[in-house]
């Protein structure tokens, strides 16, 4: 079945905030600790709504059902990008950003990528701009700026 990509509203928030929870439990490349110190199982609701409304947010969907988001600001910023853990390497990470790049303005995207999802995004034409630490509850976690020059 193929990925349908729908506009985000505001009562998919705690899905989402659920599946970013699980998806970076499951599948990224980080320690224990690691993990726990960037996905708790507690966001704000409220905020992540507020930063989900101020950008392009879309829902990908396998089986009507939820497989994944995404969203970007006007800048061609890339701030989340997440797959269910059932729903990996089934095309949903690439109709998420070919949604977003292609409804975007910008002549250049960039993201902060995980070590998970940097090999997504180099097949995707992003370079790494740097390496760099960020720190979530006291623990450093490697993520790598990457940049896309022009649309496809």
Not at 31 to 58: I, Y
Not at 72 to 89: N, S
Not at 118 to 134: I, L, S, T
Request: aromatic letters at 10%.
């Amino acid at each position: 079945m193929s990925v349908k990509i729908r506009p985000y509203r505001k009562e998919d928030c705690p899905a989402l905030a659920a599946l970013f929870y699980e998806t970076v439990h499951a599948v990224t490349e980080y320690t224990p600790r690691q993990r726990q110190a960037w996905a708790t199982g507690t966001v704000d609701l409220d905020a992540w709504n507020q930063s989900f409304l101020a950008h392009r947010t879309v829902i990908a969907e396998l089986d009507d059902r939820l497989a994944g988001f995404g969203d970007m600001d006007e800048t061609g910023y890339l701030d989340r990008l997440y797959v269910h853990p059932d729903c990996q390497h089934r095309g949903v990470a690439t109709a998420i950003c070919d949604a977003l790049e292609h409804g975007c303005p910008a002549e250049r995207f960039t993201t902060h990528a995980s070590l998970t999802a940097r090999p997504f995004f180099a097949a995707r034409g992003y370079r790494v701009v740097k390496e760099q630490q960020v720190e979530r509850q006291g623990i450093l976690l490697t993520n790598f700026v990457m940049e896309k020059a022009e649309k496809e």
